[in-house]
């Protein structure tokens, strides 16, 4: 039996209109749940025992591939993207018995497969020039139907959106046409729902309307028409959001969040919301994440590992900031109809026509649920603009030791011109960075609970939060 060897093509050239999705980045290096796509590839290969080669340009190609003469290779083209693993499980087992030079295809050709290295340098040195022949002459076929086309935008769009990354109690399934949430927390997804139908008519214009609600005995759902748009989220980890697309994008935000229903209340029942958003559901889910399983070895991480002894005195910390500030400062004793969770990966975003659409508010049951502080929403937007929040999502970051022998947080994302013009945004619409930026350091800390199955990721957002606020000490 021949070796088999997957050569995985990641030179298909991406168009213009695929690029305003995952900017410079090659098809193989788009991330979907966390992992690259050509990483998908090279793990089912490895599954299969089949050696993987990744190339990104063809010199000395011949040098690549190795010397082996009596090898079977499958060249196959990085917009190829895996949408049935167990199909595509069936063609490398099929790879083993293939006599000669044979196509892999569906409505286009996704890959050629090689018994002899000769043929495929030559092949090569031919394609390297054209980028594009002609596959017609080649008889031998092996049907395809596992992969999408996603150099196809439209295509892209709808694989690209499917990679839902719900966290753990949620479950998300889509088609052409729709979505559907799903929960066994039926009170969330009721709120959820209930939601829309209970804000004023000139915020629903912004929310994606939600649909055929249904309870079970175990679960509730609801459906929500398909966006033709993915979320800012995948746009921003991709480097697909210039300045001046992100300028549009928060002239957008800020209109919704001018626009929210706006209620003057007591300086009393002010001051309960603030310390109920900020200060009480801080507590109460560092209380639950005293009770995970991982948290004494998080709390040894933080003593050992960071300038703080335990998570308290990081919590303490923050506390001290936040009350020290809220007395030098003057705030307005207003509440607002909040979305309750205006990160970017609920935020669909098309820069083509400029429209913006909000997903998955927080919920609410009654009226009175609808109202809270109005720097909550912009505090959540901050934590994906200014605290990289989606790329802790996707898992670009890096935590090591530095020559303090003390943990270090690396995110490969230059933010520093985007947090500039967030900045000079909040100052024109009259709130306080400072206080912004403290709010957002208590969304890291109240999360840890709720992201406690990914416990780098948990770790991730400590020494966020830690970097939050020293940045928050220096400027105060």
């Not at 109202?371 to 909550?376: A, F, G, M, V």
Request: with cysteine; hydrophobic share 40%; aromatic share 14%.
């Amino acid at each position: 039996m021949k070796k088999v060897v997957l050569v995985y093509d990641d030179t298909v050239l991406v168009n213009d209109s695929i690029k305003t999705i995952i900017g410079k980045n090659s098809f193989g290096e788009i991330i979907l749940k966390r992992k690259k796509l050509f990483k998908y590839v090279s793990d089912i290969a490895s599954k299969k025992d089949i050696e993987f080669i990744k190339i990104n340009d063809f010199i000395n190609f011949d040098k690549k591939i190795g010397y082996e003469n009596k090898v079977i290779y499958f060249h196959l083209l990085s917009n190829a993207a895996i949408n049935d693993e167990k199909d595509f499980e069936l063609i490398l087992e099929k790879l083993k018995y293939v006599k000669d030079i044979t196509i892999v295809k569906d409505d286009i050709v996704y890959g050629i497969v090689f018994t002899s290295r000769d043929e495929y340098i030559k092949f090569i040195k031919k394609y390297e020039d054209y980028h594009d022949l002609n596959f017609e002459n080649y008889q031998n076929v092996i049907n395809a139907h596992c992969f999408l086309n996603i150099a196809d935008y439209n295509n892209l769009l709808t694989f690209i959106s499917s990679g839902f990354d719900s966290r753990y109690f949620n479950s998300l399934k889509g088609n052409k046409y729709s979505i559907t949430k799903q929960s066994n927390d039926k009170n969330k997804m009721n709120m959820e729902y209930s939601y829309y139908w209970l804000i004023p008519d000139e915020m629903k214009s912004w929310m994606v309307m939600p649909y055929d609600y249904q309870e079970r005995e175990n679960y509730a759902s609801y459906k929500m028409e398909r966006m033709p748009m993915v979320d800012v989220a995948i746009r921003w980890t991709h480097s697909a959001i210039d300045t001046n697309e992100f300028i549009k994008l928060l002239d957008k935000l800020f209109r919704f969040f001018e626009i929210r229903s706006v209620k003057k209340v007591s300086i009393e029942d002010y001051k309960k919301v603030v310390k109920s958003l900020y200060i009480d559901k801080v507590l109460d889910r560092l209380e639950k994440l005293k009770k995970c399983d991982f948290f004494p070895q998080l709390n040894s991480y933080i003593s050992i590992g960071t300038d703080f002894n335990s998570i308290d005195d990081i919590f303490n910390y923050y506390l001290k900031l936040l009350n020290n500030y809220l007395n030098k400062i003057k705030l307005k004793n207003n509440l607002v109809i909040g979305h309750g969770d205006v990160f970017f990966a609920n935020i669909l975003y098309s820069k083509e026509i400029d429209l913006l659409r909000l997903i998955d508010p927080k919920g609410a049951l009654k009226e009175s649920d609808l109202w809270t502080d109005p720097y909550y929403d912009v505090a959540k937007l901050s934590h994906s603009i200014c605290g990289n929040y989606d790329f802790f999502n996707v898992d670009i970051y890096d935590i090591s030791i530095n020559q303090n022998m003390k943990f270090e947080l690396d995110i490969n994302f230059d933010n520093r011109v985007y947090k500039e013009i967030f900045k000079e945004k909040l100052s024109q619409k009259g709130y306080d960075y400072n206080l912004v930026r403290l709010y957002e350091a208590s969304l890291f800390l109240s999360m840890l609970p709720l992201h406690i199955d990914n416990k780098r990721k948990v770790l991730g957002f400590v020494l966020n939060a830690i970097n939050i606020l020293k940045e928050i000490e220096k400027n105060v």
